[in-house]
Nanobody, 115 residues
Framework: QVQLAESGGGSVQPGGSLRLSCEFS????????MDWYRQGPGKQRELVAT???????DFADSVKGRFTISRDNVKNTVYLQMNSLKPEDTAVYYC?????????WGQGTQVTVSS
């Protein structure tokens, strides 16, 4: 059974940085496309960043130039480096994996950006 475990959330002041980690287990990690989603207060869940097994990436316009997604196929972990954080980045961040129609979600980690 595929499982995802996020870590690294917390509170930070505007302009600060955080790095989220998501550890994958239960299958062959490199076959999965991995994403980070987020859901802010009163908002719908939105896609933030994607990385394929081969390392191709894509980002939401709202985070381009500030966030970076990466993966370590030896450690079975995907990362989201978040820089220049803004209050509107406040949300629960979810790790997501997909392969051939199968999907798996992490439990979410809270990120709060506030002065």
């Amino acid at each position: 059974q595929v499982q995802l475990a996020e870590s690294g959330g917390g509170s930070v002041q505007p302009g600060g940085s955080l790095r989220l980690s998501c550890e994958f287990s239960g299958s062959i990690f490199r076959f999965y496309t991995m994403d980070w989603y987020r859901q802010g207060p009163g908002k719908q869940r939105e896609l933030v960043a994607t990385i394929t097994g081969g390392g191709n990436t894509d980002f939401a316009d709202s985070v381009k130039g500030r966030f970076t997604i990466s993966r370590d196929n030896v450690k079975n972990t995907v990362y989201l480096q978040m820089n220049s954080l803004k209050p509107e980045d406040t949300a629960v961040y979810y790790c997501h994996g997909s392969r051939l129609g199968r999907e798996v979600w992490g439990q979410g980690t809270q990120v709060t950006v506030s002065s």
